[in-house]
Nanobody, 117 residues
Framework: VQLEESGGGLVQPGGSLRLSCAAS????????MGWYRQSPGKQRELVAS???????NYADSVKGRFTISKDNAKMTMFLQMNSLKPEDTAVYSC????????????WGQGTQVTVSS
């Protein structure tokens, strides 16, 4: 499974971005997909995840601002980010795994999101 992110960029505080994660194979059988982010000097953080049945989970820092979704027909996962803050600045990577409790097996290369005025 190959994953490729797109949609990152520079945005002002309070603005919005929509990230996409395109998969090379059908995602309908992938058990969990997620978005991670990492900024310099900080640990990688799981921002949001979506399970095969559609159940979603979010980090407390993004609840109410970010929305994760997927389109199985388009083999793509999305992250809608609203009300962006400077502390959201990071490299965002998508990931996927075929087991519920295992580690993420497949990773994209990441896309930079910079929130600055």
């Amino acid at each position: 499974v190959q994953l490729e992110e797109s949609g990152g960029g520079l945005v002002q505080p309070g603005g919005s971005l929509r990230l996409s994660c395109a998969a090379s194979v059908s995602i309908s059988s992938i058990v969990v997909m997620g978005w991670y982010r990492q900024s310099p000097g900080k640990q990688r953080e799981l921002v949001a995840s979506i399970a095969i049945g559609g159940t979603t989970n979010y980090a407390d820092s993004v609840k109410g601002r970010f929305t994760i979704s997927k389109d199985n027909a388009k083999m793509t996962m999305f992250l809608q980010m609203n009300s962006l803050k400077p502390e959201d600045t990071a490299v965002y990577s998508c990931a996927a795994k075929r087991t519920l409790f295992g580690t993420y097996e497949y990773w994209g290369q990441g896309t930079q999101v910079t929130v600055s005025s």
